[in-house]
Nanobody, 125 residues
């Protein structure tokens, strides 16, 4: 039901925009979180947008560089990633939970019930 796209290879300092398209799941009824997992590391919450769209949260490591947004007409959530660094290299996943409000500082993976398959982001010179 959730399909990520937009990953790829980019040089340090570059930008990418990830998309999370939902089918059969109106995104204005769910919170959507972005997570990432680098090799040998635990899954990390990156950003969250509440079901109302009025609340957004970011991990400290991406604050000021990443922006989460939602297009209800396209039923898609985006993660705009700027000023990418090598440390941003990971598989990025989007996930959804019904009527979530993004109450924590960062999304917690075990609070989300629907997951996409992930998209690889590689930052390298």
């Amino acid at each position: 039901q959730l399909v990520e796209s937009g990953g790829g290879l980019v040089q340090p300092g570059g930008s990418l925009r990830l998309s999370c398209a939902a089918s059969g799941l109106p995104l204005d009824t769910v919170a959507v979180g972005w997570f990432r997992q680098a090799p040998g590391k635990e899954r990390e919450g990156v950003s969250c947008i509440s079901y109302t769209g009025r609340t957004t949260k970011y991990a400290d490591s991406v604050k000021g560089r990443f922006t989460i947004s939602r297009d209800n007409g396209r039923n898609t959530v985006y993660l705009q990633m700027n000023s990418l660094t090598i440390e941003d290299t990971a598989i990025y996943y989007c996930a959804a939970v019904g009527y979530g409000v993004c109450s924590g500082n960062v999304p917690l993976w075990n609070e989300f019930s629907s997951w996409g398959q992930g998209t690889q982001v590689t930052v390298s010179s």
